[in-house]
């Protein structure tokens, strides 16, 4: 079964530019949580999909926006980059059907995002 | 504001010692629980998940959750200088997974 894929693996970028991640979840699973991991705040969530709807949210402002299309794939994307917004973008897979119970998440490789 | 409180380490212990990684959180109804492991430069790797009040084990591995207390834990036995890496708690919140900011284990051979 094949896990969680995320392209690309790395990326630099100018700030002001914008960038658009992707993440292919576990083959069955519905569900597609976005996360982003810097050394001083580690992981935190940034939204989370399931069947193409936006289902929970964190507290990253308005430039960060992500779909999920009918396949579960999903994107993320980020608009008028910063250079705090370097940071290692992670991606998690899970069936999502565990109602008030968090289903197990399984992680991408992630992407490296460089904002130069 | 919903947090996950780890040890951020380093943990030191020798081979074959029991490594003892703790964690708590501040949402009451929070009832679900994890553990990743995070190489340095890797994704996190879910090695355990706990809903219940108790011990749950998984070979070398014995999650503990004490709702009342807030209190989760991690116990690895007969530790291995492979088991060396950070260690992050996860709780499951209202629908959202927060995670701590993981406790480094360093395990000497």
């Known amino acids: 079964k094949a896990g969680v894929t995320q392209t690309p693996r790395y990326l630099i970028k100018t700030r002001g530019q914008q960038v658009t991640l992707s993440c292919s979840p576990i083959?069955?699973?519905?569900?597609v949580s976005w996360y982003q991991q810097t050394p001083g705040q580690g992981l935190q969530f940034l939204f989370e999909y399931f069947s193409e709807t936006q289902r929970n949210k964190g507290n990253f402002p308005g430039r960060f926006s992500g779909r999920q299309f009918s396949n579960s794939r999903s994107e993320m994307n980020v608009s008028t980059l910063e250079l705090g917004d370097s940071a290692l973008y992670l991606c998690?897979?899970?069936?999502?059907?565990?109602?008030?119970?968090?289903?197990?998440?399984?992680f991408g490789q992630g992407t490296r995002l460089t904002v130069v | 504001q919903k947090e996950v409180e780890q040890n951020s380490g380093p943990l030191s212990v020798p081979e074959g010692a029991i490594a003892s990684l703790n964690c708590t959180y501040s949402?009451?109804?929070?009832?679900?629980f994890f553990w990743y492991r995070q190489y340095s430069g890797k994704s996190p790797e879910l090695i355990m998940f706990i809903y219940s009040n108790g011990d749950k084990e998984d070979g070398r591995f014995t999650a503990q959750l004490n709702k009342a207390s807030q209190y989760v834990s991690l116990l690895i036995r007969d530790s291995q200088p492979s088991d060396s890496a950070t260690y992050l708690c996860?709780?499951?919140?209202?629908?959202?997974?927060?995670f701590g900011k993981g406790t480094k284990l360093s395990v000497k051979p």
């Open positions: 998690a897979s899970s069936p999502g059907t565990g109602g008030h119970l968090n289903t197990e998440a399984f």
């Open positions: 996860a709780v499951g919140s209202q629908g959202n997974l927060i």
């Open positions: 949402d009451r109804g929070s009832q679900s």
């Open positions: 083959s069955g699973h519905r569900s």
